[in-house]
């Protein structure tokens, strides 16, 4: 019976270009699709409007002696679930208003579930909180803008035309 179930769930699911298991309520990833996840977290869930992003830390990211954390790649892996939760290959994060509410050390995992608030033409909002067991560590809300071209397309266009 149980394998039954399993097999049932390996028909359901499949595997995205990441080695990340999609099922079949998941979406596939459409922007960041080259990042380092091993810096920027790994994409654990990903729906409409919404991203879980789990952020692994290693040696390589101590700022200290101590173990700390430098706290770009707790913003890396933010960023990243915010623009996974918006999904658009065009999308490019234009600010954000951020809190680092505890620190994060050598060791520990941090989940970041990022939730699209709001879509204004081609705004968006993303709020993105950062946990560690069942401490919050980061906060924050990131502002979007989904691009018709990629934004580096959009400069070349316009040197092209100079």
Do not use: W
């Amino acid at each position: 019976m149980a394998k039954e179930k399993e097999r049932e769930e390996t028909q359901e699911n499949g595997t995205n270009d990441t080695g990340m298991t999609v099922s079949s309520e998941n979406l596939e990833l459409k922007t960041h699709q080259r990042i380092d996840q091993s810096l920027c977290g790994t994409l654990l869930e990903l729906k409409a409007g919404y991203a879980k992003v789990e952020l692994e830390t290693t040696r390589v990211m101590a700022a200290d002696d101590m173990g700390l954390v430098h706290g770009g790649f707790t913003f890396a892996a933010a960023d990243f679930a915010a623009m996974a939760a918006v999904n658009d290959p065009n999308v490019v994060l234009v600010s954000s208003e951020c809190r680092f509410l505890s620190p994060v050390k050598v060791g520990d995992r941090v989940l970041f579930e990022a939730r699209e608030l709001y879509k204004e033409s081609r705004k968006r909002k993303i709020h993105v909180i950062g946990t560690f067991e069942d401490i919050k560590v980061f906060e924050g809300e990131f502002m979007a803008v989904v691009l018709e071209r990629h934004v580096l397309k959009l400069k070349l266009l316009k040197d092209e035309e100079d």
